[in-house]
T-cell receptor
């Protein structure tokens, strides 16, 4: 079974600053995908970024980037130039190769302040 | 951008009643999923569906639950004889394929409240 750990308390971030959200995972599967989702207060789940376990480079998607350290089993999300609309809950999730289910962490709460 | 749509956004049901949650996945997607999120807790996988049959289900997805693709566009989750602990946000998701780099795209969710 996969275990995703997100233990940071709620974070306040100044607008235009960068923020790093921690995610560690535990799996025995050699091949897997890592995903980050954003959940605003309205409740929807929005896909942000994907990182494959065999990808040589860290994933980037606009203002989002992943600091992927496979040996440490961590996949931290970096949001650059924070905007007020980035205030949300952020979930790290993983899916092993050949498996349908996403396993989610408990999430990190981010509040961006002007 | 195409999106997964879910109806209703909020459903209030008496305990013991049956409820059907509806989803329209993204049109060219072939894999469909249901997840739930009890208030303040993790998002949990319920079931995945492909080619008109369940491909995987979790231990949560017992005989109380069923899924169906009644036509070419809708994907439904039926909960029979609802219990108080079924109160949660239910998310439908879809993906183009099963490849690891194909993300699951979620709908806005249906908030189910059991009274």
């Amino acid at each position: 079974a996969q275990k995703i750990t997100q233990t940071q308390p709620g974070m306040f971030v100044q607008e235009k600053e960068a923020v790093t959200l921690d995610c560690t995972y535990d799996t025995s599967d050699p091949s897997y995908g890592l995903f980050w989702y954003k959940q605003p207060s309205s409740g929807e789940m929005i896909f942000l970024i994907y990182q494959g376990s065999y990808d040589q480079q860290n994933a980037t998607e606009g203002r989002y980037s992943l600091n992927f350290q496979k040996a440490r089993k961590s996949a931290n999300l970096v949001i650059s130039a924070s905007q007020l609309g980035d205030s949300a809950m952020y979930f790290c999730a993983m899916r092993p190769y050949g498996n349908n289910r996403l396993a989610f962490g408990k999430g990190n709460q981010v509040v961006v302040i002007p | 951008e195409p999106e997964v749509t879910q109806t209703p956004s909020h459903q209030v049901t008496q305990m013991g009643q049956e409820v059907i949650l509806r989803c329209v996945p993204i049109s060219n997607h072939l894999y469909f999923y249901w997840y739930r999120q009890i208030l303040g807790q993790k998002v949990e996988f319920l079931v995945s569906f492909y080619n008109n049959e369940i491909s995987e289900k979790s231990e949560i997805f017992d005989d109380q639950f069923s899924v169906e693709r009644p036509d070419g566009s809708n994907f439904t989750l039926k909960i029979r004889s609802t219990k108080l602990e079924d109160s949660a946000m239910y998310f439908c998701a879809s993906s183009e394929g099963r490849q690891i780099n194909q993300p699951q795209h979620f709908g806005d969710g249906t908030r189910l409240s059991i009274l």
